[in-house]
């Protein structure tokens, strides 16, 4: 979807037209969807675009098919706890003023039940289909126009004529016309899962309007390994089970409790996702197979009482799976238990508690569920998402350098950012 900005045309102020609105919106996801009906509902007239078939695909996949629209345990007050960025703080205004409690408030309105699955995590009963169709609803009530699959081909900044006390205005080339608009939202999301239409036309317009962009990398995706040297664990492919996993030092540590998930490649699961937003290329992780059970008593126990290879004592306290592959790793963990040195049990035991390993890189963004990095959040009102150096300019959503935990931290950003942002859309000067 190529665009080009142009700033030398003046612009006049004109009455709405069918080609004219208050505001063009970018990008039908849950950013979109939801800052075109909040703004419709106060009487703008909106049009959101969309180059896709389809609408919030994204909504439409995730939470495995039923969308973990919002987490009930986000402290707005305390955004560093649960986002990503250069200045995680950046959001606490929007997230203060759209709370989960005001999305849990509209699903209630539109007679959508929904559970917590755990962890604050909240996800809809039947479908995700429901919260699409909530979106949808809000933006037919809020007389929003909707184009869609429609590109855009280029967009040209107005500026305003000498002598006219007004802003300027976005002209913007689309396939089914020209239309004008005071302001311009982006939410054209992140470059994750570009099967389902990702690109990356929030920052490309960014960098052509002058709007500084922080580096972009997958996030809460699936970590790689050397394929050798990934080989012995490969044969644990699909087995899930809770670890602790950790990376970073000193100030930069962070741990999660959460499942991992072995692959033929590398590591996945809820665990591995989280860690990897934080996770620099080069550094360790360090894994906790068997959090909460004491290794280091059960194994001296296990000596004490019983002839059994080690691996299947150790079955006992941990997969059976697992157990049979960690024995592999070493000769003296291949013997009876009653035969094995203290030194071995303790090696083992340390081991199994503190795997250390520095991954070859991620899936990247086709397995990847976010983006971590884009517009640079020093370049926005943290209160409205406007552009400090371009007039009329916004973005919201994913496009932005705010990155939350897995577990509706994401949507949740979507949501406020968006409320943010349409409660500032001004109407056009007529």
């Not at 994750?192 to 036309?201: E, L, V």
């Not at 001296?300 to 592999?328: G, H, M």
Request: net charge neutral.
């Amino acid at each position: 979807m190529a665009t080009s900005v142009h700033r030398q045309r003046p612009f006049v102020p004109v009455p709405h037209s069918d080609h004219s609105f208050d505001a063009v919106i970018i990008g039908a996801g849950a950013a979109g969807l939801f800052c075109a009906a909040q703004a419709g509902q106060r009487g703008l007239k909106v049009l959101l675009i969309d180059h896709a078939d389809k609408v919030a695909e994204k909504i439409r996949i995730s939470g495995g098919g039923r969308c973990n629209f919002t987490n009930r345990d986000l402290d707005p007050a305390a955004p560093h706890k649960y986002f990503v960025g250069q200045n995680p703080q950046f959001c606490r205004s929007a997230l203060s003023r759209y709370t989960p409690g005001d999305f849990i408030a509209l699903l209630q309105k539109h007679g959508i039940a929904f559970h917590e699955k755990h962890k604050g995590q909240l996800f809809a009963d039947r479908s995700a289909e429901d919260i699409i169709a909530m979106l949808l609803a809000e933006c037919a009530a809020g007389g929003v126009e909707r184009w869609q699959p429609c590109n855009v081909k280029k967009i040209t900044f107005l500026a305003p004529s000498p002598g006219f006390d007004c802003p300027g205005s976005y002209q913007i080339d689309t396939a089914r016309g020209l239309v004008q608009a005071r302001s311009l939202v982006i939410a054209t999301g992140g470059l994750s899962i570009p099967k389902i239409g990702a690109t990356d036309f929030g920052y490309r317009l960014a960098e052509q309007f002058g709007v500084p962009l922080v580096e972009r990398r997958p996030g809460l995706v699936p970590l790689t390994f050397d394929g050798d040297a990934w080989q012995p664990y490969a044969q644990l492919a699909g087995l899930a089970l809770p670890v602790r996993i950790s990376t970073g030092s000193k100030k930069a540590h962070m741990a999660f409790d959460e499942d991992l998930l072995f692959t033929h490649r590398g590591l996945s699961g809820p665990g591995v996702l989280q860690i990897s937003s934080y996770w620099q290329e080069g550094t360790p992780v360090a894994i906790n197979l068997a959090p909460g059970v004491p290794l280091a008593e059960a194994l001296p126990r296990a000596k004490a009482r019983s002839r059994k290879l080690i691996a299947n004592e150790l079955a006992t306290l941990v997969p059976s799976r697992l157990a049979d592959t960690w024995a592999q790793r070493d000769t003296e963990w291949q013997r009876p238990v009653n035969e094995a040195s203290d030194k071995a049990l303790a090696r083992l035991a340390e081991q199994l508690a503190r795997w250390e390993l520095t991954p070859t890189g991620t899936e990247g963004y086709r397995k990847a569920e976010v983006t971590l990095g884009g517009v640079d959040t020093r370049a926005l009102s943290q209160q409205t998402m406007e552009s400090r150096s371009q007039p009329g300019l916004y973005f919201i959503g994913e496009v932005v350098d705010v990155t939350g935990w897995l577990g509706g931290y994401n949507f949740q950003w979507a949501w406020s950012s968006a409320y943010a942002c349409a409660q500032a859309l001004p109407a056009a000067v007529a």
